[in-house]
């Protein structure tokens, strides 16, 4: 995938798709891929940068914000044109809606059962996945930010940390930006005019191998670690200064 400052136009957005990876989709995930692709194409400005952070074979950890349910279509988008099929977690209720549930199904997704005794199911899920190749994306935040101006939640899961440090794979930092203007939490349908501009970008893996086991404190260092090196990419894609916390 090559790169520019600018947004894609449409027809090479469109384009795209054509050469993103299609074996191991899944055949409902694949439906779901084609039919959305092409309006995400039509009604927005994609502009994906950093492609090269995601290594192209093995088990790799791709760690991003959340600002909108739009958030994993675009990420699905990114990854798949930088060669990999992203796989992900999510609530285990959704499995139970008839169409998403094949899509989900499909797709080797991981369902989570939160604030259950069987959540640990998801953890082993991913860490599964991982080992055998998979390319797993996190949302640490668990549910969409909450600052008022977009910054990564001081709230989050430590699941992520737990998963990279188990299995030792990469963890790549992902933002993404304007998916918020596009789709906003407390909107039913999306604002499709003007065309929103959305942007993506990889960071450099996450170094956390001086951190190893599975005490409280490294856990803890290692969830602290990761957040802040989103935190930096987004304020680097944003040319802004994040708030101190």
Not at 115 to 120: L, M, V
Request: hydrophobic share 45%; net charge positive.
């Amino acid at each position: 995938m090559s790169e520019t400052t600018r947004p894609m136009s449409t027809l090479r957005a469109l384009a795209l798709q054509f050469r993103t990876p299609r074996r191991g989709r899944g055949f409902w995930y694949s439906v779901a891929i084609d039919v959305i692709w092409p309006l995400m194409a039509l009604v927005t400005r994609l502009r994906f940068r950093g492609a090269d952070k995601l290594p192209k074979t093995g088990g790799v950890v791709l760690v991003s914000n959340h600002l909108s349910f739009a958030d994993p279509v675009t990420l699905t988008a990114y990854t798949l044109a930088a060669g990999r099929i992203p796989r992900y977690l999510a609530k285990a209720s959704l499995w139970r809606i008839p169409l998403v549930g094949r899509v989900l199904n499909g797709g080797h997704h991981i369902a989570v059962e939160r604030n259950t005794a069987q959540a640990r199911h998801a953890y082993l899920g991913a860490v599964k996945a991982i080992e055998s190749g998979e390319c797993v994306i996190f949302f640490p935040e668990a549910g969409f930010s909450d600052d008022e101006d977009f910054w990564p939640s001081r709230r989050v899961k430590s699941g992520v940390a737990r998963v990279a440090l188990e299995t030792g794979a990469p963890v790549v930092p992902v933002v993404n930006w304007g998916t918020h203007r596009l789709l906003p939490t407390t909107a039913k349908f999306p604002r499709l005019f003007p065309r929103k501009t959305v942007d993506i970008i990889a960071g450099d893996p996450v170094d956390l191998s001086d951190l190893v086991g599975t005490e409280r404190e490294t856990i803890d260092a290692a969830t602290k670690r990761i957040m802040q090196a989103v935190t930096d990419l987004l304020a680097t894609l944003r040319a802004e200064t994040p708030p101190t916390r």
